[in-house]
């Protein structure tokens, strides 16, 4: 029927002769139905033991489920079929997880409208499954999967508890019949439609074992997270001093530090140690972000790689993290240590053309010989000179 109603059929078309000869198959099996008899009775009693089991299965076609009461009587195991249904597949195609998922959603909603109904309220439900990512997403919270499956898993956990969701082979799977499809003789034959697969009527230890859930990336949930990473070029692009860019590092790290709860300069006005801190991580970040081979070897105290453009310097890691230079004046002791093992940084790069112009300015518009000795007492920037003649 839902095909004949997805091909938009009127009342007076022909039906097509492969509808239409499964159709009449159909109605020629009709009476396979008087043979089928379904017992009122249950075999239950108030003081008997009673367990309700529910199955349920999907394909592409179809899901259903079907719920079983099994009542023990000393050593007489009887199991007979209490409820089943079946729905079509909705007619937008929905993934086959997402359809075993529906079918578990369907089984659960069973179990609440009829189980409060039985007669005794001391019964116990166990749900059965033949699909493991099923088990998988009911293992987990509803919120670590995406919207569909989280509504779905919060509605089962609602009418049934998780921890009662097992796993069931498809052979023994009376739902499968159900999603599948089967002719009427077959139905009114099968013992695992009616009663259930054979190893229900046995005692529990001979059960299907107990499988741990698995893990599954199927349909989770992308976390949305803030992720705080050192600042680029960018952020020194939108100053066009060194030291405006200086002042407002420091304030971020002061602000950083209160909102963790750490002890911050209660003054208003910037101290030495935290300016020395700022440029300290624009050095860090630049040489990280210019000389990542470099950075990576000297961290792990490797040589670095024979085509560095640096390796004539002699470059070592200091203990605050900085690449400096080791040269031929390492040995004077009339120089200070800066100018002794001076920080590399690129020649094309923002913090070195905001360095030169800091230095151009502070110099009055001095010579570039007095801007050269001002920076190489502190930084070693190859081509010095030709940055300096831009100024």
Same mark, same amino acid.
């Given at each position: 029927?839902?095909?004949?109603?997805?091909?938009?059929?009127?009342?007076?078309?022909?039906?097509?002769?492969?509808?239409?000869?499964?159709?009449?198959?159909?109605?020629?099996?009709?009476?396979?139905?008087?043979?089928?008899?379904?017992?009122?009775?249950? $075999?239950?009693?108030?003081?008997?033991?009673?367990?309700?089991?529910?199955?349920?299965?999907?394909?592409?076609?179809?899901?259903?489920?079907?719920?079983?009461?099994?009542?023990?009587?000393?050593?007489?195991?009887?199991?007979?079929?209490?409820?089943?249904?079946?729905?079509?597949?909705?007619?937008?195609?929905?993934?086959?997880?997402?359809?075993?998922?529906?079918?578990?959603?369907?089984?659960?909603?069973?179990?609440?409208?009829?189980?409060?109904?039985?007669?005794?309220?001391?019964?116990?439900?166990?749900?059965?499954?033949? $699909?493991?990512?099923?088990?998988?997403?009911?293992?987990?919270?509803?919120?670590?999967?995406?919207?569909?499956?989280?509504?779905?898993?919060?509605?089962?956990?609602?009418?049934?508890?998780?921890?009662?969701?097992?796993?069931?082979?498809?052979?023994?799977?009376?739902?499968?019949?159900?999603?599948?499809?089967?002719?009427?003789?077959?139905?009114?034959?099968?013992?695992?439609?009616?009663?259930?697969?054979?190893?229900?009527?046995?005692?529990?230890?001979?059960?299907?074992?107990?499988?741990?859930?698995?893990?599954?990336?199927?349909?989770?949930?992308?976390?949305?997270?803030?992720?705080?990473?050192?600042?680029?070029?960018?952020?020194?692009?939108?100053?066009?001093?060194?030291?405006?860019?200086?002042?407002?590092?420091?304030?971020?790290?002061?602000?950083?530090?209160?909102?963790?709860?750490?002890?911050?300069?209660?003054?208003?006005?910037?101290?030495?140690?935290?300016?020395?801190?700022?440029?300290?991580?624009?050095?860090?970040?630049?040489?990280?972000?210019?000389?990542?081979?470099?950075?990576?070897?000297?961290?792990?105290?490797?040589?670095?790689? $024979?085509?560095?453009?640096?390796?004539?310097?002699?470059?070592?890691?200091?203990?605050?993290?900085?690449?400096?230079?080791?040269?031929?004046?390492?040995? $004077?002791?009339?120089?200070?240590?800066?100018?002794?093992?001076?920080?590399?940084?690129?020649?094309?790069?923002?913090?070195?053309?905001?360095?030169?112009?800091?230095?151009?300015?502070?110099?009055?518009?001095?010579?570039?010989?007095?801007?050269?000795?001002?920076?190489?007492?502190?930084?070693?920037?190859?081509?010095?000179?030709?940055?300096?003649?831009?100024?």
């Amino acid at each position: 029927m839902q095909e004949i109603w997805l091909q938009e059929l009127g009342w007076d078309e022909n039906i097509p002769n492969e509808l239409f000869q499964r159709w009449l198959n159909f109605l020629q099996s009709y009476s396979v139905l008087e043979q089928i008899r379904i017992p009122r009775w249950l $075999s239950f009693r108030p003081d008997f033991k009673v367990e309700h089991h529910g199955f349920c299965d999907a394909s592409q076609k179809a899901y259903g489920a079907a719920i079983y009461v099994r009542v023990e009587v000393g050593s007489t195991i009887m199991v007979q079929l209490l409820t089943a249904i079946t729905r079509v597949a909705p007619v937008k195609t929905v993934s086959l997880p997402r359809l075993e998922l529906c079918g578990a959603l369907l089984l659960s909603e069973m179990a609440a409208a009829i189980i409060p109904q039985m007669p005794t309220t001391t019964s116990e439900l166990c749900c059965w499954t033949d $699909s493991t990512i099923v088990l998988a997403w009911l293992s987990k919270p509803a919120c670590q999967w995406t919207t569909f499956v989280a509504n779905r898993v919060t509605k089962i956990a609602q009418a049934t508890k998780t921890e009662n969701w097992s796993h069931v082979q498809s052979e023994h799977n009376p739902a499968d019949l159900a999603s599948r499809g089967v002719s009427l003789q077959d139905l009114a034959d099968s013992q695992l439609w009616w009663h259930g697969p054979t190893w229900l009527q046995n005692p529990r230890n001979q059960w299907p074992t107990r499988v741990n859930a698995p893990v599954t990336e199927l349909e989770k949930r992308a976390l949305k997270v803030h992720l705080a990473k050192a600042p680029s070029e960018e952020l020194l692009a939108r100053f066009s001093k060194l030291e405006k860019a200086l002042r407002a590092l420091a304030y971020v790290y002061r602000f950083i530090q209160r909102c963790r709860k750490q002890t911050s300069p209660s003054d208003v006005h910037l101290l030495a140690t935290e300016i020395a801190a700022a440029e300290r991580f624009l050095i860090s970040n630049t040489q990280r972000r210019e000389f990542p081979v470099e950075y990576h070897c000297l961290s792990e105290k490797r040589p670095v790689p $024979s085509s560095s453009a640096i390796l004539s310097m002699n470059p070592f890691l200091d203990p605050q993290g900085l690449i400096r230079a080791c040269g031929r004046v390492a040995a $004077s002791e009339s120089l200070q240590y800066n100018e002794r093992h001076p920080v590399i940084l690129p020649y094309n790069c923002l913090l070195s053309r905001l360095l030169a112009n800091f230095t151009h300015r502070i110099t009055l518009h001095g010579g570039n010989q007095l801007m050269v000795r001002l920076i190489r007492s502190k930084y070693w920037i190859p081509r010095i000179k030709n940055l300096m003649k831009q100024w």
